[in-house]
C-alpha cells in the first residue's frame, strides 16, 4: 500500500484546513486508516482512524473538531481540521493497516500561527 498525502499548510488560529491522503492499490475498502502528527519534541500520536467499516475515533484533543472520513471508490481518506489551534501544529501523516502490516505516507506539514 503506499499513501500520497496532501493539504498540509500554514492558516491562522480559529481556521480551517482539509487533509487528503490518497492509496494505491485494490484493497483499499478492507483498510483500516488513520491520521497521525508529530510536534516537535514529541512523539507521534493517533489523531484520527476510521475502519474499513467506516468506524471512527479521535483524539480527546480534536473531537468535536476534525472529521475523518474516506471515499472507498476513489481510495482517499480525508481530516476536516476545524477551528484549529496552536497546539495543533505538527506534521501529519496518513497510515493504513492490513493484515497486520502498518504503512505510512510522508508527513504534511501543517502549521497554525497568528
Known amino acids: 500500500v503506499q499513501l500520497q498525502a496532501s493539504g498540509g499548510g500554514l492558516v491562522q488560529p480559529g481556521e480551517s484546513l482539509r487533509l487528503s491522503c490518497t492509496a494505491s492499490g485494490s484493497i483499499f475498502s478492507r483498510v483500516a486508516m488513520g491520521w497521525y502528527r508529530q510536534a516537535p519534541g514529541k512523539e507521534r500520536e493517533l489523531v484520527a482512524g476510521i475502519s474499513s467499516g467506516g468506524s471512527t475515533n479521535y483524539a480527546d484533543s480534536v473531537k468535536g473538531r476534525f472529521t475523518i472520513s474516506r471515499d472507498n471508490a476513489w481510495n482517499t481518506v480525508n481530516l476536516q481540521m476545524n477551528s484549529l489551534k496552536p497546539e495543533d501544529t505538527a506534521v501529519y501523516y496518513c497510515?493504513?493497516?492490513?493484515?497486520?502490516?502498518?504503512?505510512w505516507g510522508h508527513g504534511t506539514l501543517v502549521t497554525v500561527s497568528s
Open positions: 497510515n493504513a493497516v492490513y493484515t497486520g502490516q502498518w504503512y
